[in-house]
Each structure stands twice: as C-alpha cells, then as structure tokens.
C-alpha cells in the first residue's frame, strides 16, 4: 500500500496535548490547517526531545546563516487552548524528522509512523512511495518556538517530582530509592 504524507505547509495550529489525568496521561502532537486535523500519539519523551531539539536547531541556524530569529516565541502566538476533539490518532509516533528548508525559511517537522522494518534515513524528509505514513509540518521560526515553549508547559503539567530522587509523585505518594523503600507521600 501506498505511503500517506500529511502535509501541511502553512499549519493554523501545530501544538503538543494530553487526553487524561496526569500519571495516565497520553500524549499527542496535533496539526491543523484549514478543515483538516491530524493528531498523532508519542511518548513523552519525544515530545520533550523534540521541544529541546527545536531550540538548539534555530540556535544553529542562527549562528551558521548569521539569521535574525526570535529568542522567544512573541505571546499571541503561544497556544495554550486545549486538543480540538474528538481526538482521532492517525498513528503512533516512531521516528521524528527535524530540518531547517532555507528557501521558506522555515522549520521542517516530519513524524514518522512506527514500523517493524528498520527505518532507512532517506524516507525522513522525503517523498518516497515507500515507507511508513508521515506527518510534514513547515513552522516559521516564531512558530517553531511557539510550539517548543507550549510542549515544555505540555510537559510541566504532569505529576511533580519526588524531592528526593526526582521521579513523579503519585497523589498516594511513591516508593523512593532514596528512602530504602519508605513510602513518600507528597505531604512529607
């Protein structure tokens, strides 16, 4: 069957989201344009990957191209509304793409489905007939860095973290290495 490519060039919106209660959450990034909507599901991780990695490609595209970007995103452009619903996963995030298209300016994000085969590099960022269905989304600059500050928010709003060793705080508390197994609770 043939490889779907969503792209959207001029996104109205491209924002990481949760659907659940903080410990059970999950975590999708979603692009609109127009009438259309995708949604794709990742794991927390990529999406705290992908926020950091956003940050430092401007920072390189700024030193290399000697480029006026934006430190900060402008505020009217950070989104903080939530996912727009119902929220329908075109698929599960395996392998993410990031690049700077010099022509347009612009960050290119490309989401890859997960695979069984082993992804070639050539299929990210392109336009191949074969290979897993992707998600293609351009972002200017200001953009980008709209979408990295509300992914860091996105992330922020989980469960706190234990004082001690740093993992998330059930609201019953946790089992902490640091204690030898004395259960914290986040009173303590």
Known sequence: MARVIHVFRQPDRFVAGTVGEPGERTFYLQASEDVRTVSVQLEKQQVSVLAERIGALLEEVQRRFDAELP??????LVDADPLAVPVEEEFRVGTMGLGWDAETEAVVVELL?????????????????????????FLSPADARAFAERAERVLNAGRKPCPLCGEPLDPEGHICPRQNGYRRSEED
């Open 71 to 76: 430190a900060a995103p402008p505020e009217d």
């Open 113 to 137: 489905a997960v695979t069984e085969e082993e992804i070639d590099e050539s299929v990210v960022l392109d336009d191949t007939e074969e290979g897993p269905d992707a998600v293609r989304v």
